[in-house]
């Protein structure tokens, strides 16, 4: 069972920055994408990042020039560095992750940008 556990959610005041982490319980190499997604309440998750295991990386317009995605494969771990939060980016944060077959959520982190 692969699990993938988020952590670094917490109350942060607007322009502040937090980073969040994705730690799998198996190689990333073998991840093709690792995502970033988000969600409130009466809303459809949406996409926030994603990078390839190529490096390329995918960008929200939201959240482009403010939110950097990166994945140290040495530590099977996914980051999201989010710099200048607005309120509007509070939310739940979801890992993903996906191979040519299987897809893999994390059970999500709480993100609160007070204004």
């Known amino acids: 069972q692969v699990q993938l556990v988020e952590s670094g959610g917490g109350l942060v005041q607007t322009g502040g920055s937090l980073r969040l982490s994705c730690a799998a319980s198996i190689s990333i190499v073998s991840i093709n994408t690792m995502a970033w997604y988000r969600q409130t309440p009466g809303k459809q998750r949406e996409l926030v990042a994603s990078?390839?295991?190529?490096?390329?990386?995918n960008y929200a317009d939201s959240v482009k020039g403010r939110f950097t995605i990166s994945r140290d494969n040495a530590k099977n771990t996914a980051y999201l560095q989010m710099n200048s939060l607005k309120p509007e980016d509070t939310a739940v944060y979801y890992c993903k992750g996906s191979s040519y077959v299987y897809t893999w959520w994390g059970q999500g982190t709480q993100v609160t940008v007070s204004s």
């Open positions: 990078i390839t295991s190529g490096g390329s990386t």
